[in-house]
């Protein structure tokens, strides 16, 4: 059997309430883009979406609410060495995409490095980093999931995924999508 190193175990349980907190808030949008699409006849239980919009509301309570799994990530982050564990995780992982290394691993970088200065400056105050956990938690979640996608697409060297890769990360650091400028993929491309 396989065992995770001690800072693959690090990474895991900081991310575990990361991506329960994220799926959990994720999940819900999902469900309520969902019934809008389906207009009136969403919200009909007959359609049974309005049973999985309680079902993804619930979740995040029986999983533990946000705060919680953010309280969680901030208790995971100080024990020894599990941040510093996580960010070179990240860091090392950012600086191995081969074909991904761009401007949006750059800004991803230097998000993460703004993470990771708002986390050193709020050592010393308990109620900044309270304050301050659920956006930890979400900012984390985001680069994470860019990490994950960015490297999944180089993997499989298929456009749609790095097209996908692209609009993800391009959601996550807020550029906004000029509409007036043709995009640099069609439609066709994304198709499964």
Same mark, same amino acid.
């Given at each position: 059997?396989?065992?995770?190193?001690?800072?693959?175990?690090?990474?895991?349980? #900081?991310?575990?309430?990361?991506?329960?907190?994220?799926?959990?808030?994720?999940?819900?949008?999902?469900?309520?883009?969902?019934?809008?699409?389906?207009?009136?006849?969403?919200?009909?239980?007959?359609?049974?979406?309005?049973?999985?919009?309680?079902?993804?509301?619930?979740?995040?309570?029986?999983?533990?609410?946000?705060?919680?799994?953010?309280?969680?990530?901030?208790?995971?982050?100080?024990?020894?060495?599990? #941040?510093?564990?996580?960010?070179?995780?990240?860091?090392?992982?950012?600086?191995?995409?081969?074909?991904?290394?761009?401007?949006?691993?750059?800004?991803?970088?230097?998000?993460?490095?703004?993470?990771?200065?708002?986390?050193?400056?709020?050592?010393?105050?308990?109620?900044?980093?309270?304050?301050?956990?659920?956006? #930890?938690?979400?900012?984390?979640?985001?680069? #994470?999931?860019?990490?994950?996608?960015?490297?999944?697409?180089?993997k499989t060297q298929k456009r749609r995924d790095q097209i996908l890769a692209q609009i993800f990360c391009d959601s996550v650091l807020k550029v906004s999508l000029d509409f007036a400028q043709k995009p640099n993929f069609s439609l066709q491309e994304l198709s499964v």
């Amino acid at each position: 059997t396989l065992k995770a190193s001690n800072k693959e175990e690090s990474v895991l349980r #900081f991310f575990t309430p990361v991506a329960k907190a994220w799926t959990a808030k994720k999940s819900v949008q999902g469900v309520s883009e969902l019934i809008e699409a389906f207009g009136g006849a969403g919200y009909i239980e007959d359609t049974h979406l309005p049973r999985f919009l309680r079902d993804a509301q619930v979740f995040s309570i029986w999983e533990g609410t946000t705060n919680i799994m953010s309280l969680d990530a901030l208790r995971a982050a100080h024990k020894a060495q599990v #941040f510093n564990d996580v960010l070179n995780y990240l860091v090392s992982g950012f600086e191995n995409l081969k074909d991904q290394k761009n401007k949006t691993t750059e800004a991803l970088l230097l998000r993460l490095s703004d993470v990771e200065k708002w986390f050193n400056h709020s050592q010393n105050s308990k109620e900044s980093l309270e304050t301050g956990a659920r956006e #930890f938690l979400f900012a984390m979640a985001d680069i #994470f999931n860019s990490y994950l996608l960015l490297q999944f697409a180089e993997k499989t060297q298929k456009r749609r995924d790095q097209i996908l890769a692209q609009i993800f990360c391009d959601s996550v650091l807020k550029v906004s999508l000029d509409f007036a400028q043709k995009p640099n993929f069609s439609l066709q491309e994304l198709s499964v």
